[in-house]
């Protein structure tokens, strides 16, 4: 029994062939909400996407007709979950364009993705006088693991500049990549400043010396096609919660010949063939990866999302984000007093701001007052304020519900925090 598909998409397209952004907000029943007794505007997508009543759905209805273990019962229930769980990772291997289901793992989230590959790929491959080549714009989550499994190995983390529009300094990324480098893990999209990095340069750049490439991909994979097999990197790693779907639940992609030759990372059930008191044989791919009873409604809720931006169109969603992020651009670089802090040429739906004299927490709990939701602080990714010499940024972040009407009411929020501290 298989949770209801959401129907054909048709009637997300206007006459022009772009997004009806009006009609996508109607599946996403939190935005009906209000917050201070004002109509909800979200532009807090970078940080957890809302998710369409097809995500809740699938969740409730695996939830109701089909919650049992994965992978060991004989019993109808548990097959019938497995057959769900596996046809979520195909749901995955599809919407990357992954060669075949065992280069998927499902994980907690990029967080634990990126964690598995510094300890399980890093333990085995990393030694001292080695390099491991980050960028000045990563979120934490792609410095922190790297730094653990420096200090580990005794090899050494650097990490590349930037220009002052916030682009990776190509030039500094070249000088890095030496002969002590053993991989380059970076951003595809950076959360606090919205760039897009030129990431399949950079892995034919890496490639040419041997060097393996991770893509925190965290931000490109709501806002962008990603297809594995044409970027040729060898790790991807995102989440589920920033791409419409639930918490808890998210993706590695590693290229299965990688993958392999890895020791698993972490021990339990599932993971393994046979186990006695003296030693342990390991499970094929992916389950190698996957030690316990895995996150199933997570998964199932995943795979619905991304069905979910399939019926609305990759491709559309991206155009209508990047009208959004244009239009937004424009009218707060004509806001008096509002700096943009991350300007590249090649942007996702990411803008970051200060504001001359208001500290960011209170522009975002001024906003908050008027129902609008942003994001204020350093957005986990410290060295890219310290880069920029902030403590702090504003960050509104745009999906595919965002309309003219959510960059109107921005404004005129600013504009209330421009009166509020006159
Ligand atoms: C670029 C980037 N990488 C990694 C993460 C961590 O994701 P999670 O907390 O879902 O593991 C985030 C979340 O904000 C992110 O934006």
Known sequence: MSAPKPRAGSEYVDAQ????????????????????????VYLDSAASAQQPRAVLDAIQHY?????????????ALSQEATTAFEGARETVRRFINARSTREIIFTRGTTEA???????????????????????????????????????????????????????????????????????????????????????????QAHARGV????????????????VRELDCDFYAFSGHKVYGPTGIGVLYGRESLLAAMPPWQGGGDMILTVSIERSTYNELPYKFEAGTPNISGAIGLAAALDYLELLGRERVAAHEQRL??????????????????????????????LAGIHPHDIGTILDREGIAIRTGHHCAMPVMTWYGLAATARASFGCYNTSADIDRLVAGLARVREVFA
Not at 63 to 75: E, F, S
Not at 326 to 346: K, V
């Open 17 to 40: 062939g772009l997004l009806r952004a009006e009609r996508v907000r109607a599946d996403f029943p939190l935005l009906g909400r209000e917050v201070h007794g004002r109509p909800l």
């Open 63 to 75: 939830a109701t007709h089909l919650h049992a273990n994965v992978h060991r019962g004989v019993h």
């Open 114 to 204: 990126i964690n598995l590959v510094a300890n399980s790929w890093g333990g085995g491959q990393l030694r001292a006088g080695d390099e491991v080549l980050i960028t000045h714009l990563e979120h934490h989550a792609n410095i922190v693991p790297w730094q653990m499994a420096c200090a580990a190995s005794g090899a050494r983390l650097v990490a590349a500049p930037l220009t002052p529009s916030g682009e990776l300094d190509r030039d500094g990324f070249s000088a890095l990549l030496g002969p002590r480098t053993r991989l380059v893990a970076i951003a595809h999209v950076s959360n606090a400043l919205g760039t897009v990095l030129p990431v399949a340069e950079l892995i034919a």
């Open 212 to 227: 393996p490439v991770l893509l925190d991909g965290a931000q490109a994979i709501p806002h962008q096609v990603v297809d």
């Open 325 to 354: 992020l244009d239009e937004a651009t424009r009218r707060l670089a004509e806001f008096p007093g509002l700096s943009l802090i991350g300007t590249a040429a090649d942007k996702a739906a990411v803008i970051s701001f200060t």
